[in-house]
């Protein structure tokens, strides 16, 4: 009756869990005394406490009660799995449930579920008609419970092992054009083994986008798409984001790179190569002359990373989008930056947000931005870039002067306009920085004159009412920006007031 109910029984633990097999937690060792007085009651003669009941009935069914027969580690290996199958194998052979197994019919209509369960082992066997995929299942210790190892039976809609869908490798998807395996959005595919990857893309002429991102690939994995990319002639675009790509791996896809001539996208955001890591892909960037869109986000590559690929930049023609957001990079590292976007022609956008640039790099910026007016998108946000740096700035994007003296007699301060106003730049952002009432005045004094400028974010900075003055006032003279954002500031009434007005 018993197993007509709950089609469970208990199983042994394996040899190798014996170690780990605990006896029975128990509640305080009161209740331990009155169960083990109430069990010797019912003792046969010559019969121990601890002894295994020959008769399965006797042994509560799981989840029957809160407790379960005490056993020994010694006595638990003597509990063979014959012992478990021959009173089961009779039961099922004398019931009437032996027609509704052998119609193939389940007594209990369940649900099904996928019988993986974390830590378990799985060892399916016949008997007659009926399957038992029966995982050990591993212990599962709780305060105050017992240890359950149980053995599942359940009915297998085949005449064999139960079969588990495969899931799809990454090698098995290279044959579109676009290719994108997420961790995040694509269920039912892994990477599978990289060197069969690699061994496709060296002669595939079918791919052109493929992404792979949130797989935790290594440099290992790194190294062979590297060794992919020396003969691979489709691929334009090729995302590694979100991965665990490091110093070795950075110098492999730059060995690739160097030998590449179609790739035109390199997306590493997320990834960890470091200062080593971003020297050895500007080595192979510098031999290349496909690659337009290079994003480094959150790579912790510093100031030894940024002269790395500012050397890059000094020679390249071909990048015009260089993301470098979340570098750790410095002043140091601005420095030759900067340097090297002050003679650079191509480059159109440039991200550096979240870096520590300073007042000092704020002034490398404005020193780029006076030679070079090429660039129209100019991120800065939270680059803790304070009065000194911003004036540097905006002073190239507007009003723009230096300061020479003259002796005639006593000396004369003299104000010089500099020759090439930079009216580049388009779309700028220096929200987040530490921007107060001298660099709010200056601002405003450059945007009286810029006319390039269509959308300035200043956000989340320290301008005041007066500040919001010289703004105001700057926006009455000004016909070309259109988006002006000002929010999180110290701006209070009257200075808002002042704005709604212009």
């Known amino acids: 009756s018993w197993a007509r109910k709950s089609h469970t029984l208990p199983s042994p633990p394996r040899t190798r869990d014996l170690a780990m097999w605990p006896l029975i937690a128990t509640q305080d060792q009161s209740q331990d005394a009155s169960l083990r007085s109430s069990q010797s ?10 002894s295994l009941p020959t008769d399965i009935s006797k042994i509560a069914p799981f989840g029957g009660g809160s407790r379960q027969t005490l056993l020994s580690p010694d006595q638990a290996r003597s509990w063979t799995q014959q012992d478990v199958d021959a009173p089961l194998d009779q039961a099922i052979a004398s019931s009437s449930l032996r027609k509704s197994f052998a119609d193939g019919d389940s007594p209990r209509k369940t649900k099904q579920k996928s019988s993986k369960r974390r830590g378990s082992v799985y060892s399916p066997t016949r008997t007659g008609s009926v399957f038992f995929d029966s995982p050990i299942a591993s212990p599962t210790r709780r305060r105050g419970s017992v240890v359950n190892v149980k053995r599942r039976v359940s009915l297998s809609e085949s005449s064999g092992s139960p079969v588990s869908q495969q899931p799809k490798e990454l090698v098995d998807l290279l044959h579109t054009p676009t290719v994108r395996l997420d961790k995040s959005e694509t269920a039912g595919t892994v990477v599978g083994d990289m060197k069969e990857v690699s061994d496709n893309l060296k002669n595939n002429s079918v791919v052109t986008n493929l992404t792979i991102g949130f797989c935790k690939l290594d440099d290992e994995a790194a190294d062979r798409i590297g060794h992919a990319l020396r003969t691979n002639s489709s691929l334009k675009i090729l995302n590694l984001w979100d991965n665990k790509i490091a110093a070795v791996g950075g110098e492999g896809l730059g060995k690739g790179l160097a030998h590449n001539s179609t790739l035109q996208e390199l997306n590493l955001r997320t990834n960890n190569l470091g200062p080593k890591g971003a020297l050895g892909l500007s080595k192979g960037i510098m031999q290349n002359n496909s690659i337009v869109r290079l994003h480094l986000r959150y790579n912790w590559i510093g100031d030894a990373g940024a002269k790395a690929l500012a050397a890059v930049m000094m020679s390249n023609a071909t990048i015009t989008d260089l ?41 490398f910026v404005g020193s780029a931005l006076q030679q070079n007016t090429r660039l ?25 002067t230096h300061k020479s003296y003259e002796t005639i007699g006593e000396t004369k301060r003299r104000r010089h306009k500099v020759a090439g106003m930079n009216n580049g730049i388009i779309w700028m952002h220096v929200g987040g920085n530490g921007i107060g009432e001298l ?64």
């Open 323 to 363: 993301d470098l957001s979340r570098n750790r990079i410095g002043s140091d590292g601005a420095e030759y930056l900067m340097k090297a976007v002050r003679y650079n022609d191509t480059l159109r956008l440039l991200n550096m947000q979240l870096n520590t640039l300073q007042d000092k790099g704020g002034i």
């Open 41 to 50: 009651s019912s003792l046969r003669p010559g019969q121990d406490s601890m």
């Open 376 to 400: 129209t998108h100019l991120d800065l946000m939270d680059c803790m870039i304070g009065d000194a740096g911003c004036a540097a700035i905006f002073e190239a994007l507007g009003a723009a």
């Open 439 to 502: 660099g709010s005045i200056q601002i405003g004094k450059a945007l009286i004159h810029n006319k390039g400028i269509t959308k300035l974010d200043v956000s989340r900075n320290r301008i005041s009412n007066k500040g919001a003055t010289f703004l105001a006032e700057a926006l009455t003279k000004n016909s070309t920006l259109t988006d002006l954002m000002l929010k999180d500031n110290l701006i209070g009434d009257p200075g808002a007031q002042q704005l709604s007005v212009s």
